[in-house]
């Protein structure tokens, strides 16, 4: 490594983004050291700036040294020689400490050792302070330049350091496979200054994840990157396969395998990237590698859970269903056989109860068949939302006419604020909500206990209650009652499958609401859902 | 009140459903014929001249909403369309096409016969004359006038239009396109939607002893309304 290689200002860019980075650990704290090597704008150690001004000094000090000669005689002269040749050292480094000690060598001798004006040294105290002033001279000149070349390398370092943490934490930030892409484009772009292109395999081929705005990706670069993640090996320009391509790709490794290919664009063959910033993108991308392994895992992870999820729930429903829809069936071919095979011997009004049980079962059986399939629209999305603004009374009024007979048997009464606005909603599924609450309520309440509809408004928002005198459900069901396949144990309960009331909320939910159970003080159930004023914007 | 001797056409390819219908209907009187698809329908409709078409939606080819299409081009034959649940924009856009009512499978006979007694008795109130009376509401579409109980009731112009669409068309189901279409013209059906239920609600209001269990307009809802008579079109004007 030559200090040509390596231009100063490249750390000091690398540490002017990690200013940005608001860790204030990341900003390195100067020391006395660091301040004085620092001092001014200090050029690149070794460089010939500073060279004409050591120079300058030295003359300084010659000049002077004619005026004060009277009153400082001799060798103590040197001793400011000395002083010029540290200061030129700590600021302009090693060219100017040697220069400015060879310079004020020669000075010295010439001016003021006798014989005066001449390069011949007679004395031999002159001669050691001559050899004197030259070591010094040059061991500072060495001294300084392995303290300023060790400070840089700390700082540097730091500086590596310091990206590599802030690059790693906001890896460590996202799980997700979008929020580490995003932390590769943002850190690949402040550290290393160059556009990228990441590829990822999906399915059987590599797809552009991410790529700068910058960056040409052609279609025959595929080529190219296929062959990096197939070998494992770097390729494109620079190197000596395809050294045609503007792009250099590099794979992105793990022990298990290679996961991706980042590609940087370059400006010419020469535009290469530092070694030690190569030793950094190694670590960089080793990192990179990680992560997406990690999001892999997690991604996995989560679509076995999915998966578990929905076979629990398919059990769930496979045996809710076979039960169901076979017990009613059940009834019916059992109805239907018995008329078939042995109608002759029973009488009408036999045959008539035993056709009225059929066609209850069946009717059960066809509200659990819509349930079913209004679940799976529910969740398959495919129910859309069609708002409208519509009279409360005209939705409570369509839900107590489809409820029909049963309405009948209880009472019923339904209390609607005054001057009650047109609401948006989707009148159909809202009817549908209704029609399942009270179906609950009329089940689960005895014959003549009272069922009562409200519907106002409530800090913007319609709210209809439907309130019963029930058996109640108990309190540490009450959010579970919208579970799908959920049902209060209690002895004697009617039948159902326990779909009812999530189907009313997925619907509710359908329309930016909620709904909620509560238990009434003097026993029963209250339901209330609550609907937003404004139309849900499709 | 049926009408024995009315001519049914059923359109249904499911063949236990037509077996059904057939036996039920003609049980009731009525001649029936079958057709499986709406091809054999459009050829049968010039040679039977049915009374009343119970036309599935669901059929394979030339579905029920073009069959309806096709058929209103030259006859006005009540159609009812049979239709399960799940197809809802189909069916409103077969009773936009003309078709008068519509049952959702599963339905009971009893169900069934109510819709095509009411459907049968839809033809004729225009020849009927000005006068409409139904359960103690009496439209006077000359005179302009309406009353409840014997009470005139005041209601604004466009209240009165769409009650008047309703009494032109009684028990016919009128989907929300075709009340908007009647009553303000229908250009802008979807500016004027909301018009539509604001005076609903309103002539509810004036019509109905309690509006959420109304007795004489019904809501479909996501369809449209109907308003259901129970008696016979009074064709001689009695109490005027």
């Given at each position: 490594m030559t200090q040509e290689d390596f231009p100063y200002d490249a750390t000091s860019n690398l540490l002017t983004h990690l200013g940005a980075d608001?860790?204030?650990?990341?900003q390195p704290k100067m020391s006395w050291k660091d301040r004085l090597l620092r001092?001014?704008?200090?050029?690149?150690?070794?460089?010939?700036?500073g060279v004409p001004a050591s120079l300058a000094i030295v003359g300084l000090i010659t000049m002077t040294g004619f005026q004060i000669e009277t009153i400082i005689r001799g060798s103590n002269f040197a001793v400011l020689y000395m002083l010029a040749v540290i200061f030129s050292a700590l600021r302009w480094g090693w060219r100017a400490a040697v220069l400015s000690a060879v310079s004020g060598a020669l000075s010295f001798t010439f001016f003021?050792?006798?014989?005066?004006?001449?390069?011949?040294?007679?004395d031999i105290w002159y001669l050691i302070t001559l050899i004197g002033l030259l070591t010094v001279g040059l061991v500072i000149s060495v001294l300084t330049v392995a303290a300023r070349e060790d400070a840089r390398l700390a700082l540097r370092r730091e500086a590596s350091t310091a990206a590599l943490y802030s690059f790693t934490a906001s890896l460590t930030s996202g799980n997700s496979l979008s929020q580490i892409l995003d932390a590769v484009a943002r850190h690949f772009a402040e550290v290393f200054q160059r556009p990228i292109v990441v590829l990822l395999p999906d399915a059987d081929r590599l797809t552009v994840r991410f790529r700068s705005a910058e960056l040409v990706f052609r279609d025959r670069e595929n080529e190219i990157v296929s062959w990096v993640f197939q070998k494992g090996q770097e390729a494109g320009?620079?190197?000596?396969?395809?050294?045609?391509?503007r792009i250099r790709y590099r794979p992105l490794k793990t022990g298990q395998g290679i996961v991706g290919v980042i590609g940087f664009q370059t400006?010419?063959?020469?535009d290469l990237l530092p070694p030690d910033q190569i030793e950094l993108l190694g670590i960089f991308m080793n990192q990179t590698a990680l992560a997406i392994t990690r999001a892999d895992l997690a991604q996995k992870a989560q679509r076995a859970e999915v998966l578990q999820e929905a076979d629990k729930l398919q059990k769930a429903l496979l045996n809710s269903v076979s039960h169901n829809l076979r017990t009613p069936l059940a009834s019916v071919l059992g109805v239907l056989n018995t008329i078939l095979e042995d109608g002759v011997h029973l009488d009408l009004p036999t045959q008539r109860s035993l056709l009225k049980t059929a066609q209850e079962e069946a009717k059960r059986l066809d509200w659990l068949v819509q349930n079913l399939l209004d679940m799976t629209r529910l969740e398959g999305g495919a129910i859309r939302v069609k708002t409208e603004l519509c009279d409360v009374h005209d939705v409570i009024g369509a839900a107590l006419h489809q409820l029909g007979e049963a309405a009948h048997s209880h009472s019923i009464s339904v209390a609607i604020a005054p001057n009650l606005p047109l609401v948006p909603m989707d009148d159909v599924l809202i009817v549908q909500v209704l029609v399942n609450i009270l179906d609950n309520a009329l089940k689960y309440s005895p014959g003549a206990a009272p069922i009562e509809i409200e519907a106002r408004l409530q800090t913007g928002q319609l709210e209809i209650r439907v309130l019963d005198r029930g058996r109640g459900i108990p309190e540490q069901d009450l959010e579970r009652?919208?579970?799908?396949?959920?049902?209060?144990?209690?002895?004697?309960?009617?039948?159902?499958?326990?779909?009812g009331l999530s189907i009313c909320k997925g619907l509710v939910e359908a329309h930016n609401g909620r709904i909620l159970a509560k238990r009434r003080t003097l026993g029963g159930t209250e339901f209330a859902f609550f609907l937003p004023m404004e139309a849900k914007r499709e | 009140m049926s009408d024995p001797g009315s001519r049914i056409l059923i359109v249904e390819d499911e063949a236990g459903i037509r077996r059904f219908l057939h036996a039920s209907l003609e049980s009731h009187g009525y001649s029936i014929h079958e057709a499986s698809t709406g091809e054999e329908a459009l050829q049968v409709v010039p040679a039977f001249?049915?009374?009343l078409i119970l036309l599935d939606?669901?059929?394979?080819?030339?579905g029920g909403k073009q069959v309806t299409s096709c058929l209103r081009e030259w006859t006005q034959t009540p159609i009812i369309i049979l239709s399960v649940q799940g197809d809802e924009s189909e069916k409103i856009a077969a009773l936009d096409a003309g078709a008068d009512d519509y049952l959702t499978k599963p339905f009971g006979a009893g169900e069934l016969l109510a819709r095509i007694r009411a459907a049968l008795r839809r033809v004729g109130p225009q020849e009927g004359g000005p006068i409409f009376a139904t359960d103690g509401l009496t439209v006077d579409l000359v005179g302009r006038s309406v009353r409840l109980g014997g009470q005139e009731v005041q209601l604004t112009p466009t209240e009165y239009s769409l009650l008047k669409a309703f009494v032109i068309h009684a028990n016919k189901l009128l989907t929300h396109r075709q009340l908007v279409r009647e009553v303000w013209?229908?250009?802008?059906y979807e500016d004027t939607q909301h018009l539509l239920r604001v005076n609903i609600s309103n002539l509810r209001r004036k019509l109905e002893a309690d509006p959420t269990r109304p007795h004489y307009i019904i809501t479909e809802p996501g369809v449209g309304y109907r308003l259901r008579t129970e008696s016979r079109v009074s064709s001689a004007p009695s109490n005027v």
């Open positions: 608001e860790t204030p650990a990341s001092m001014g704008e200090a050029p690149p150690i070794g460089s010939w700036r003021f050792v006798p014989p005066y004006r001449s390069f011949a040294v007679t320009c620079g190197t000596e396969v395809f050294p045609g391509s400006k010419s063959s020469k009652v919208f579970d799908k396949f959920f049902r209060v144990a209690l002895p004697g309960a009617p039948k159902g499958a326990g779909l | 001249r049915p009374d939606l669901g059929l394979p080819g030339i013209g229908g250009a802008h």
